[in-house]
């Protein structure tokens, strides 16, 4: 990180000469750019870029042992035996594909959702989309907890069957696998990723559409020609929204996923946890930190982020 | 007709996920009203008990004021340097100034396990014990993102010439920011800052890695999920804990209407 030199003045007005008479500490406002500047700048060294140099200078160490803070010969050895370890990369390959997968279907689940609300709900579209957001906004452990209520031996479903005299015995082919857990996390991921597209949608010049009907394009070339393509950023801040956070996921496995539906994540947690190989674990974390960071890099390349936030 | 028939359908689709997405929440409802203790039909009787129970449980109710304690400070830490990077960000222009901003959005971005297990290192390097400090300070990160976003996206919207006029009528910076500048973003604050504690009062992947012996609601939540007999009282605050983040939620909804 370049050192901060001191601000200048945007304007000649609004830095320059001080005028009498004024009132408070008499701060000016290079002054006060570091009772600003400050605290995020030791916010984010202290906890966002200390932790993870200290990760990354982890994964260099051989074991766990000496003190923490003891200097080691950096070696790369954990790499080394990440990459003789066929399945971590089995496993990053399954959440990659998984979170894949998720996006790809949350998002075309969402598509037409945000389409409604931007062009098909009308004056009560607000209303929508709160109705739709509501779930978005309570307990997510508690959501995958109800879909366990619903899936498990004595769930609803399984109770209900048996209840009616369907089945004799529970079925458990609904939970404790990563069927669940690919179940589950696009029902979470729905309304979240309606949000982007929807913003997308709604910056569409409805005048666009007029022209294209004037000179005789159809509902389905108007939507090739204008909607898609219009709303191609929404629909990649989508699919990122719930891609990172799907790729790094081991929360929803430990609730519906069982031993049966391993994650890249929940080797991460182990190592961390149960097996205490942090120097390992760190390693893992910085391949993974790696794939993410070099997707989203590419993926700026492709769309203007700034456009969504305005 | 065509037009016609495909409104209708996209509105058949909005509202079937609508129950899809709201049937698993009414069975919680209708689980924590329930007397039986397993949760599976058929519906046994309604009773009021788990609520009843709930209020003699203290390790819940312990649990839950950890999560109150923790949103509140993370959330109000975020919500001011959140404000920080905004005015550093629109108002001033020096070297570094992308590098800072980027570093504030990047944990959105960042795998939730890989920043727990990274600031979980940090802290045993330092022998900082694990506490509702530690979760915190990792929620006002992730919180980050979100208020420096809403605050900014308002801040954007007001002309510098305002606190030029202030200065121009001879209040020095800190009195502009405190007198013209704050008032003009206070609405996107109060929003950032609602928004702020319900990302850190949900939020689970970090504080499993952080929370040490004090649980946040949950952490206690998932300790608690074997025990199955325990689990209508959990659900019956859970209820309560829902109601309390919708109406967090409107109010939130509330000021950034009053903002537009």
Redesign the interface.
Known sequence: ????????P??E??GGG????????????R???W???L???F??IA??????L??AA?SFRPDMRGD??QIRTPTFSQYASVAATGSYWRLLGISTLMALGIGITAVL?AY??A???AF??GTRAGF?L??????F???????V???K??L?T???I???LI?IGLIQEPLTALLYNRTAVILTLI?VW??FAALPILAALQRIDLILFEAAADLGAR?YHQFMRITLPLSAPGILAAF?MVF??T?????TL??VGGSRGFLY?NI??DF??KAAN?PL??AL?MI??AA??IL?LLATRIIDWRQL?? | MNAWRGSFMLRSYYFSLIVLLYLPIALLFLFSVNSSASLSFPIKQLTFDWYQKLFAADAVLRSARNSLMVALGSSLAATALGAMVSILMLRYKFRGQNVLVALAVVPLIVPYVVLGVALLLLFSVLHIERSLWTVGIAHTVVALPYTLLIIASRLAGFDASLEEAAMDLGADYPTTLRRVVLPLIFPAMVSAWLTAFTVSFDEFALALFLAGTQPTFPVYLFSQLRFANRLPIMIALAVLLMIGTLTLVFIAERFRRRET
């Not at chain 1, 990180?1 to 200048?8: D, E, G, I, K, Q």
């Not at chain 1, 906004?137 to 959501?143: F, N, V």
């Open positions: 990180m370049t050192a901060p030199t001191l601000p200048s945007k304007s007005v609004f001080v005028p009498k008479g004024r009132r408070g500490w008499g701060l000016d406002r002054a006060t750019f009772f600003i500047y605290p995020p700048l916010w984010l906890f966002l870029v200390m932790p993870v200290l990760m982890f923490l803070f689940m037409p959702l389409y409604f609300l098909r709900a929508y709160i109705l739709l957001l509501i779930p906004w309570t307990s997510y452990l508690l959501r907890m109800a879909w209520i619903l498990g004595e769930g609803v399984n109770s209900f209840y029902y729905i309304p509902p990122f990172i956070p790729v790094g996921e081991y929360v430990l609730l994540g991460i947690q961390f946890t942090w674990g760190s974390s993974m930190l993410t960071l989203v936030f305005e």
